[in-house]
């Protein structure tokens, strides 16, 4: 949660624990915001998205007392829904691509940068909206952090192709210790779409080469077991296989800069079309 930390975040998570609204927290409501903080930083990210306006694909959190926060009923996991037709399927991913769109660009204060997506960590409501369950490693940058524009004049952030070992190394410097907060997270938005490339080789795709992705360790596929659940994804239709998996492929490992956007675009409006 505080990976990039600003006074603007900071404020707004501790206007989310102002219970009673009077514009400062007592002794109580600073003690439940550090130990929140400390023991249960998903509810804080509940709590401040809620207080934020953020409605951008989590669950409604009805209370909260002490450590344990109350969602919303009827959430089925997505994991059980892998038996459904493929157009029920193609729909939850087209759902699942509009969320990563929209943790970057739904707000114009906030980039939500989320890395360890899996099936067990997303649900559909009773409205058949997927949601994220899992919000304890969401982090909320102030977009004033981020550069705007590059040492050449321009905005263009895909000047370079990204893949795994790119973003290893992104992951592996932001999460460590003592990094230089202006100048890693000032890049988060530029390494951003490795949440497109995670949703797809851990949550989309059925191919085998996608089952041994990891973004966050080094380890060799041969030492490395394969994911045990079937990709969202599988079983596709004969006549639309070829398109989804080239898309797919494209998406986990872009081959030209700004080709895993443009994919996961793509692949987002051709899914949609079974709805």
């Not at 509810?43 to 919303?72: D, M, Q, S, W």
Request: glycine letters at 4%.
């Amino acid at each position: 949660l505080l990976m990039c930390p600003s006074k603007k975040l900071l404020s707004v998570i501790e206007r989310s624990f102002d219970d009673n609204d009077d514009h400062s927290l007592s002794q109580e409501e600073r003690i439940a915001l550090y130990t929140t903080l400390a023991i249960a930083p998903d509810i804080v990210v509940l709590k401040l998205l809620t207080k934020a306006n953020l409605n951008v694909g989590f669950p409604r959190l009805v209370g909260v007392c002490g450590r344990v926060g109350v969602l919303e009923g009827e959430l089925t996991p997505l994991a059980t829904l892998l038996d459904e037709p493929f157009n029920v399927r193609a729909s939850l991913a087209a759902q699942i691509l509009t969320m990563v769109d929209d943790f970057m660009e739904d707000d114009p204060e906030w980039y939500l940068f989320y890395g360890l997506w899996s099936l067990e960590k997303l649900a559909v409501n009773k409205e058949g909206e997927v949601v994220l369950t899992d919000l304890a490693n969401m982090a909320v940058v102030d977009k004033n952090l981020f550069r705007d524009e590059y040492e050449d004049g321009t905005e263009n952030r895909a000047q370079e192709v990204c893949n795994k070992e790119c973003f290893q190394k992104f992951t592996s410097e932001v999460y460590r210790e003592g990094h230089d907060n202006d100048e890693i997270c000032s890049r988060v938005e530029d390494v951003g779409h490795l949440m497109y490339a995670a949703v797809c080789a851990m949550i989309l795709s059925d191919m085998e080469q996608h089952k041994y992705i990891d973004y966050f360790t080094s380890t060799n596929n041969q030492e490395k077991q394969p994911r045990s659940t079937r990709g969202l994804l599988h079983n596709i239709p004969a006549s639309d296989r070829a398109t989804v998996e080239e898309l797919l492929a494209e998406c986990v490992d872009e081959a030209a800069p700004g080709g895993r956007l443009q994919a996961a675009q793509e692949l987002r409006d051709f899914l949609s079309d079974f709805l």
